[in-house]
């Protein structure tokens, strides 16, 4: 299960899309199956019952899941330096990356590198077939979700890893956790446990926003804060000057929100097309119609299939 010498690539096995569910994603799936761990998906269905109408997967239920079959997890904040490291330890890493279209994130594995090309080479779950992507594309891209690295090993390896090194160890489990306690338990108590993981690491900007989230779930201003604090900390938080605009716009404040929307485009201009239909909501109300239609006619050719399709097609013809 070590990584090949010459290309530095981790033999992964091959797994359907079809195969997710909302509580087995894709990536814990594979990265169990090659540790020899099999998930019945009649628990990933069970699971799935409470989380009705959702889109997408909660990470954490599949964690959980695997930790139920005897592996275990760090969720931490890596590096390339560090993801090369677990690659020749035989250990595949999973990453938090930025979405696009109509997903805010998605998880990646990756399964190799080279240094000869420089790029990270990362899983697809087709025959024969890899991405490569640059480095610094692959760290840029990274960096807006604060180089998020999820690891799931079995137990006897886990024993072995340098733990009191793996950054934010505590306070990140505790932000994947958010999702699932959101819908456990009363809002405020998911706020005093998060609170109570950022104390104990102040530092983790990705903590920080997702509290900034929770308190705008609330129309709460004490979200500004916490927003304000996750970019002093990552300054290439995209979410977190999202979190901001949507806030402003909710409070009518529509200079602000169109300042935060841009700050977060100029992050990156490809993630989370919805993000164009926003400013477009805030430059209408300020006067900048111009604007605001090319804000829509972006909104709509980042996804083509967009629900509002017609109705944002007549809203740029009246603009």
């Excluded at 070590?2 to 894709?26: F, G, T, Y």
């Excluded at 090993?153 to 489990?173: A, C, M, Q, T, W």
């Excluded at 949507?246 to 529509?254: D, R, V």
Aim: with cysteine.
């Amino acid at each position: 299960m070590h990584a090949q010498s010459e290309d530095q690539m981790i033999q992964l096995p091959l797994v359907s899309k079809e195969s997710e569910h909302i509580c087995l994603p894709l990536v814990v799936n594979v990265i169990s199956k090659y540790w020899g761990e099999e998930i019945d998906p009649n628990e990933a269905d069970q699971l799935s019952r409470k989380y009705a109408g959702i889109r997408g997967t909660i990470m954490i239920e599949g964690i959980e899941l695997a930790e139920r079959h005897g592996l275990v997890s760090y969720i931490y904040k890596g590096s390339l330096k560090d993801i090369k490291k677990r690659i020749d330890q035989g250990i595949p890493p999973i990453v938090i990356m930025p979405g696009i279209q109509e997903t805010v994130q998605h998880a990646s594995i990756v399964c190799g590198y080279s240094n000869d090309e420089r790029r990270i080479f990362t899983y697809v779950p087709e025959p024969d077939t890899i991405g490569a992507i640059p480095e610094a594309t692959f760290k840029n891209d990274w960096e807006e979700e604060d180089f998020i690295t999820l690891v799931i090993v079995p137990k006897d390896i886990g024993e072995l890893l340098d733990k009191e090194h793996l950054l934010f160890r505590d306070s990140n489990k505790v932000c994947f956790e958010v999702e699932k306690m959101k819908r456990q338990i009363p809002i405020d108590e998911v706020i005093k446990n998060l609170k109570l993981a950022i104390d104990k690491e102040p530092d983790n900007a990705q903590g920080w926003y997702i509290l900034g989230s929770l308190y705008n779930d609330k129309n709460k201003s004490d979200c500004i804060k916490c927003y304000k604090e996750a970019i002093s900390l990552n300054p290439k938080c995209f979410l977190a000057h999202r979190g901001l605009g949507n806030y402003y716009l909710k409070t009518k404040e529509y200079h602000k929100a169109e300042d935060h929307y841009s700050k977060a485009i100029t992050i990156d201009a490809k993630r989370y097309g919805s993000i164009y239909k926003n400013r477009a909501l805030a430059r209408t109300e300020i006067g900048k119609n111009l604007e605001a239609k090319e804000d829509l006619i972006e909104y709509i050719t980042q996804i083509p299939n967009a629900y509002d399709r017609a109705s944002i097609e007549e809203a740029i013809k009246q603009l």
